[in-house]
């Protein structure tokens, strides 16, 4: 049993390494987002958001892309893209209403 957690400290993706303490750094992203989901989707930035989608998108092709494969880097930003994407989806749904009742009132 010790022998195993000695062989996953050491690993080349193990705590020792910024291998770990990337993905770990970057779950802060994951929990923005998620705490951005009770905000009113008029104080999200969509410009930001979109841009973090993309971020997020880049990097899990690059967690794949490196050796070793880093999944936990993958795991995140694959979280953090589809939380990213559903406040995509917020803002432009919101966008969409505000249209339309601009609309409705210019048309009484």
Request: glycine share 4%; with cysteine; hydrophobic share 50%.
């Given at each position: 049993?010790?022998?195993?957690?000695?062989?996953?400290?050491?690993?080349p993706v193990g705590p020792k390494t910024?291998?770990?303490?990337?993905p770990v750094a970057n779950w802060g992203f994951v929990l923005a987002g998620?705490?951005?989901s009770n905000k009113p989707p008029e104080k999200i930035s969509?410009?930001?958001t979109t841009v973090l989608m993309f971020y997020s998108?880049?990097?899990?092709?690059?967690?794949?892309?490196?050796?070793?494969?880093?999944?936990?880097?993958?795991?995140?930003?694959l979280c953090n893209a589809s939380c990213q994407a559903y406040l995509l989806t917020r803002v432009f749904r919101a966008e969409q209403e505000r249209k339309a009742k601009a609309a409705a009132a210019g048309n009484q």
């Open positions: 049993m010790t022998d195993k957690i000695i062989a996953l400290i050491n690993s910024c291998h770990f303490w990337g998620i705490l951005d969509g410009r930001m998108c880049l990097f899990m092709r690059f967690a794949l892309r490196v050796q070793p494969k880093n999944y936990l880097l993958f795991s995140c930003h």
